[in-house]
T-cell receptor, first 113, second 116 residues
Framework: DAGITQSPRHKVTETGTPVTLRCHQTENHRYMYWYRQDPGHGLRLIHYSYGVKDTDKGEVSDGYSVSRSKTEDFLLTLESATSSQTSVYFC????????????FGPGTRLTVL | GENVEQHPSTLSVQEGDSAVIKCTYSDSASNYFPWYKQELGKRPQLIIDIRSNVGEKKDQRIAVTLNKTAKHFSLHITETQPEDSAVYFCAASSGPIKAAGNKLTFGGGTRVLVKP
């Protein structure tokens, strides 16, 4: 597996609380992505980053924000968690120019009560 | 934006038989089509991919075919084994990000069960 870690791996929180998920890579890849996975929906892109401090929205970005202050770290923040954000969150990375393959991290299971 | 539909949602096959999963996409500009396998509780892992300048690609027991005119692509697994049991996802690229990389749109997944 590519050098990608996610923390925490499991989290239970209450509605209205802020939550931050961390993705850390040791591959020095330029592109990083956050997806959520829900039954029947496959993986849906939340936000992505194409460099330090360079980020953009994916298809399901409402209620989420991201930050990337270092190449190796990509943070996903739920400012005020809702039950609809209960999901499994995957981070992915891809190589710079010439390669499209995305490698996924181990995932974070988030439950919002 | 891109839309990817995947069928069937579940597939049960006898060990040794073949399995076929089909996906259709909407954006004719899509040019990269990966397939991922996800075992229970694990991360998705790339098993094969194809680009729009190629019609077919094989890797041992798995193959992918692409029909750009009809905008569909398929995964074929031959001589299925119990370890092929997993959820499979297709995806299509919805365009380059800043001249490199790709935004992927995923299908809903197919749960494959190989019965011994």
């Amino acid at each position: 597996d590519a050098g990608i870690t996610q923390s925490p791996r499991h989290k239970v929180t209450e509605t209205g609380t802020p939550v931050t998920l961390r993705c850390h890579q040791t591959e020095n890849h330029r592109y990083m992505y956050w997806y959520r996975q829900d039954p029947g929906h496959g993986l849906r892109l939340i936000h992505y980053s194409y460099g330090v401090k360079d980020t953009d929205k994916g298809e399901v970005s409402d209620g989420y924000s991201v930050s990337r202050s270092k190449t190796e770290d990509f943070l996903l923040t739920l400012e005020s968690a809702t039950s609809s954000q209960t999901s499994v969150y995957f981070c992915a990375i891809s190589e710079p120019q010439g390669a499209d393959t995305q490698y996924f991290g181990p995932g974070t299971r988030l439950t919002v009560l | 934006g891109e839309n990817v539909e995947q069928h069937p949602s579940t597939l049960s096959v006898q060990e040794g038989d073949s399995a076929v999963i089909k996906c259709t996409y909407s954006d004719s500009a899509s040019n990269y089509f990966p397939w991922y396998k996800q075992e229970l509780g694990k991360r998705p892992q790339l098993i094969i991919d194809i680009r729009s300048n190629v019609g077919e690609k094989k890797d041992q027991r798995i193959a992918v075919t692409l029909n750009k005119t009809a905008k569909h692509f398929s995964l074929h697994i031959t001589e299925t084994q119990p370890e092929d049991s997993a959820v499979y996802f297709c995806a299509a690229s919805s365009g380059p990000i800043k001249a490199a990389g790709n935004k992927l749109t995923f299908g809903g997944g197919t749960r494959v069960l190989v019965k011994p």
